[in-house]
């Protein structure tokens, strides 16, 4: 089962950025997924961004433009680049992976099976 560790969360103010990453352990499949995830209190866990181990990232409409997944070469950090944020993004953000044979990623957060401690992202007005 791989391990994932989040980092990078922290307070802001609306329009500013922040850089979440996740390191994760050896996968031992060849293909898989890993996305970014958030809760808001009270709110249901949703999809932030998806990406597959040859690309393909796909994101949630709230984040598009603003909000950029990547990974490192050796795939073993996952990233999320966030820009000009709002304070509905506010939200406990995971990092979440599967293995996955094809693209797209799985959009649903029941269909991925390791996930990280979450880092907490607060966004003031």
């Known amino acids: 089962q791989v391990q994932l560790v989040e980092s990078g969360g922290g307070s802001v103010q609306a329009g500013g950025s922040l850089r979440l990453s996740c390191v994760a352990s050896?996968?031992?499949?060849?293909?898989?997924?890993m996305g970014w995830f958030r809760q808001a209190p009270g709110k249901e866990r949703e999809r932030v961004a998806t990406?597959?181990?040859?690309?393909?990232?796909n994101y949630a409409d709230s984040v598009k433009g603003r909000f950029t997944i990547s990974q490192d070469n050796a795939k073993t950090t996952l990233y999320l680049q966030m820009n000009n944020l709002k304070p509905e993004d506010t939200a406990m953000y995971y990092c979440?992976?599967?293995?996955?044979?094809?693209?797209?990623?799985?959009?649903?957060?029941?269909?991925?099976?390791?996930w990280g401690q979450g880092t907490l992202v607060t966004v003031s007005s």
């Open positions: 050896t996968y031992t499949r060849n293909s898989f997924c």
């Open positions: 979440a992976a599967r293995p996955s044979e094809f693209p797209p990623c799985a959009v649903d957060f029941n269909a991925y099976d390791a």
């Open positions: 990406i597959y181990t040859g690309g393909s990232p």
